[in-house]
Structure formats: structure tokens, C-alpha cells
Nanobody, 117 residues
Framework: QVLVEESGGGLVQAGGSLRLSCRAT????????MGWYRQAPGKQRDLVAT???????QYAEAVKGRFTLLRDNAKNTIFLQMDNLKPEDTAVYYC???????????WGQGTQVTVSS
């Protein structure tokens, strides 16, 4: 129903910045919510930030004030601006697309973010 493509991960030093992009294409349904989740080794996949089609955002406490999520509805794309990165942010970041209708589990393949001390 939807192709989810992530990009922007990489290796950065603590205090640096990265900008993640997620584009949803070839969707059948109108996209409802989009967001980023992350999973570190040995950890569960946790919410980082989500954004609705109306632009309402939700952030994990750990990233508030450092990460900013924006959405381009015309392009079905979200951008996660990650500033002041910390080693604890190291994880594989996955983009999620919620189509509604109970079709919530649409995931990208993930992009690795590694923050060195």
C-alpha cells in the first residue's frame, strides 16, 4: 500500500546534527500520521516523534528541545531535524506511516544513527 523510504542517517559526533527524511509513496489511502521510532541494540523500539496530517506533533521526553519534526503533506514527507545529538541517541531509526483504517504498521527499513562521544 505504501513504500516508506528513509534517509539521512550517519555517524556524527556528540553535539552535532543530522536531518532524517522519510518519504511515503504509492500509497492507496490518505496518510494519517507519520513518525519516527528508534531501536537501540537490546532495547525495544521506542517512539521518537510523531506528526499528524494537521501538523500536531508529539515528542519523546528524551528528545524534546533537541529534535524537531516537520511534515510536507504535498510530498508525503517528514523531516526529523536532530540537533545536539548525544551518544544515547544512537539507534536504528525507523519511519512509520499510519494510513488509518487500522493500517498502522507500515515501516521503512531503518536508517542508522550513530553518535560518538
Amino acid at each position: 500500500q505504501v513504500l516508506v523510504e528513509e534517509s539521512g542517517g550517519g555517524l556524527v559526533q556528540a553535539g552535532g546534527s543530522l536531518r532524517l527524511s522519510c518519504r511515503a509513496t504509492n500509497n492507496i489511502f490518505k496518510i494519517r500520521d507519520m513518525g519516527w521510532y528508534r531501536q537501540a541494540p537490546g532495547k525495544q523500539r521506542d517512539l521518537v516523534a510523531t506528526i499528524t496530517s494537521d501538523g500536531s506533533t508529539q515528542y519523546a521526553e528524551a528528545v524534546k528541545g533537541r529534535f524537531t519534526l516537520l511534515r510536507d503533506n504535498a510530498k508525503n514527507t517528514i523531516f526529523l531535524q536532530m540537533d545536539n545529538l548525544k551518544p544515547e541517541d544512537t539507534a536504528v531509526y525507523y519511519c512509520n506511516v499510519d494510513l488509518g483504517y487500522g493500517l498502522t504498521q507500515n515501516w521503512g527499513q531503518g536508517t542508522q544513527v550513530t553518535v560518538s562521544s
